[in-house]
T-cell receptor, first 112, second 115 residues
């Protein structure tokens, strides 16, 4: 099955700086890559996703890039704010599947 | 919409007791998932329902775990008897259709502690 590795496990950044989280996947057939943000005491929430037919997607301060050849994808958060502090999960899935393979998560702390 | 609603938010029980977790998916969603989250194993898919029918229960850890979806607006996850290693946060999630073509919406989870 699919194996998703996520790095780093923790990330501390100064408010206003950028944060980057990287994930690699093992199954080259995977073609949908969502990112989830989990705040304390809440369930994961989808924040952005990318499909294999594009290399980059942006939504305001967050962006995701995908390198299919290298089988890795990354989340970029620019101009970080305290409300960006949370655990972020990457995931991967094939188009005909329903079982998301999640990374282990990255705890992001934005220092004021 | 109120989102996916789970109850209770917290459950503390003694080993050997029966535990029932409840979930109300978003109206109109035909896919429902139960996940378990622990520090050691991360997010694990326990069972997936499509149109109220269990499609894949291969993630259910043991026969002590069972799940039902009697109608489109309600699902339960039952653990009988419960054990300390079942302590985790259990999430219910729903989507319009699967995962690939529609976003997955998670509830806020039930934190289960078995002593």
């Amino acid at each position: 099955g699919e194996n998703v590795e996520q790095h780093p496990s923790t990330l501390s950044v100064q408010e206003g700086d950028s944060a980057v989280i990287k994930c690699t996947y093992s199954d080259s057939a995977s073609n949908y890559f969502p990112w989830y943000k989990q705040e304390l005491g809440k369930g994961p929430q989808l924040i952005i996703d990318i499909r294999s037919n594009v290399g980059e997607k942006k939504d305001q301060r967050i962006a995701v890039t995908l390198n299919k050849t290298a089988k890795h994808f990354s989340l970029h958060i620019t101009e970080t704010q305290p409300e960006d502090s949370a655990v972020y999960f990457c995931a991967a899935i094939l188009s005909n599947d329903y079982k998301l393979s999640f990374g282990a998560g990255t705890t992001v702390t934005v220092r004021a | 919409d109120a989102g996916v609603i789970q109850s209770p938010r917290h459950e503390v029980t003694e080993m050997g007791q029966e535990v029932t977790l409840r979930c109300k998916p978003i109206s109109g969603h035909n896919s429902l998932f139960w996940y378990r989250q622990t520090m050691m194993r991360g997010l694990e898919l326990l069972i997936y329902f499509n149109n109220n029918v269990p499609i894949d229960d291969s993630g259910m850890p043991e026969d002590r775990f069972s799940a039902k979806m009697p109608n489109a607006s309600f699902s339960t996850l039952k653990i009988q008897p419960s054990e300390p290693r079942d302590s985790a946060v259990y999430f219910c999630a729903s989507s319009l259709a699967g995962v690939y073509n529609s976003p997955l919406h998670f509830g806020n989870g039930t934190r289960l502690t078995v002593t």
